[in-house]
């Protein structure tokens, strides 16, 4: 089953604009990391943001993470058309490397 | 560095088949895990491999199996297909197993094996 649900499931924004998606789950975590998928093929790897981390920056990507509210949220800034893609949210604990996804976000950037 | 490689990359199955599914990882990788993608459930664990064992397995029934070579590369396999067995299969490597709070694991992904039951 899944760890949590993502926000929003769809966007549909212009070229420049930000991007933000949101990540709620459910138990204690080590990490939550963000990850891209075109067009159901392999994802890829974007950022980690390990628990006692509030903020990250990769780039045009800034990813918070409030360990109270158990949520995440990934910014894309000044986005461009190659980042249409879904865009997962993954929790690790302390088993391995299993990551369980949320539901994921389709994100749209119109030319 | 060559990436994590899925093969086949599509295929086709009858139900009552089954259907095996290989990977290679990253070399020097020597954990790899299987993710099942459908359009309902989402992104799934299916199981982790490490060092031709395995470490972790999601809530799949028994007919969902897999194995780890001495070279790392993995193979899952799923008998008695049934519809909705028809799924994305990703494989992903990783150098290791990370234990504990200071661990991080990042996975590389392969570009995944889509299966369809008919």
């Known amino acids: 089953s899944q760890q949590g649900e993502e926000d929003p499931q769809a966007l549909s924004i212009q070229e420049g604009e930000n991007a933000t998606m949101n990540c709620s789950y459910k138990?204690?975590?080590?990490?939550l990391q963000w990850y891209r998928q075109n067009s159901g093929r392999g994802l890829v790897h974007l950022i980690l943001?390990?628990?006692?981390?509030r903020e990250k920056h990769s780039g045009r990507l800034r990813v918070t993470l409030d360990t109270s509210k158990k949520s995440s949220s990934l910014l894309i800034t000044a986005s461009r058309a190659a980042d249409t893609a879904s865009y997962f949210c993954?929790?690790?604990?302390?088993?391995?490397?299993?990551?369980?996804f949320g539901g994921g976000t389709r994100l749209m950037v119109k030319p | 560095k060559a990436g994590v490689t899925q093969t086949p990359r599509y295929l086709i199955k009858t139900r009552g088949q089954q259907v095996t599914l290989s990977c290679s990882p990253i070399?020097?990788?020597?954990?790899v895990s299987w993710y099942q993608q459908t359009p309902g459930q989402g992104l799934q664990f299916l199981f982790e491999y490490f060092s031709e064992t395995q470490r972790n397995k999601g809530n799949f029934p028994g007919r969902f199996s897999g194995r780890q070579f001495s070279n790392s590369r993995s193979e899952m396999n799923v008998s008695t297909l049934e519809l909705g067995d028809s799924a994305l299969y990703l494989c992903a490597s990783s150098p290791r197993i990370i234990q504990g709070i200071s661990g991080a694991n990042v996975l590389t992904f392969g570009a995944g094996s889509r299966l369809t039951v008919l």
């Open positions: 993954a929790t690790g604990g302390d088993a391995g490397n299993m990551l369980t």
């Open positions: 070399s020097g990788h020597r954990s």
């Open positions: 943001i390990r628990s006692n981390e």
């Open positions: 138990t204690s975590i080590n990490n």
